[in-house]
């Protein structure tokens, strides 16, 4: 099971990793994410069924997670919160600004909001993202719309 494990964890690492940076500016705190995420697919992995793929029960898992995280660290200020600084990324300079006013807008989106805009920005189906996210598949496409139109 283990090896099983490792296996799947190698071939997802992208998409929890994406994760990590969607709701975590500082490394140490992606770092601390990842682990927990990594902890709670871990312990969650016998249970698994296969009634969706394994990419949606890691997202949803993931997704879980992170939100959760989130909305403790909304409770208690951070450094990071105070601090209020984009990560550094390393593009051309025009694309690192693009790249700034993107992180701005998806950081002001709540926690839901930005898990289901990070799954729509990945290519993801509003299916899947239902599947993930516990939705119908037309709230999916209202919710992408208003993050949209805002």
């Keep these: 099971m283990k090896q099983e494990f490792l296996h799947t964890i190698g071939e997802n690492e992208g998409l929890i990793l994406k994760i990590c940076n969607i709701y975590c500016r500082e490394s140490e705190d992606r770092e601390d994410l990842y682990q927990d995420i990594i902890i709670q697919l871990w312990k969650s992995f016998p249970k698994f069924e296969n009634r969706s ?28 919160q105070l601090n209020n600084e984009l990560p550094v990324i390393d593009h051309q300079e025009v694309k690192e600004e693009d790249t700034k006013v993107l992180y701005q807008a ?10 289901i805009i990070m799954l729509y920005m990945e290519g993801i189906k509003y299916r899947q993202i239902g599947d993930i996210m516990n939705l119908t598949e037309s709230n999916v496409g209202f919710k992408i719309n208003v993050i949209k139109k805002n």
């Design 53 to 80: 793929s394994i990419s949606t029960w890691i997202y949803r898992i993931s997704l879980n997670v992170a939100i959760s995280r989130y909305r403790k660290n909304l409770k208690q200020p951070s450094q990071e």
């Design 106 to 115: 998806i950081d002001s989106l709540s926690s839901v909001e930005k898990a």
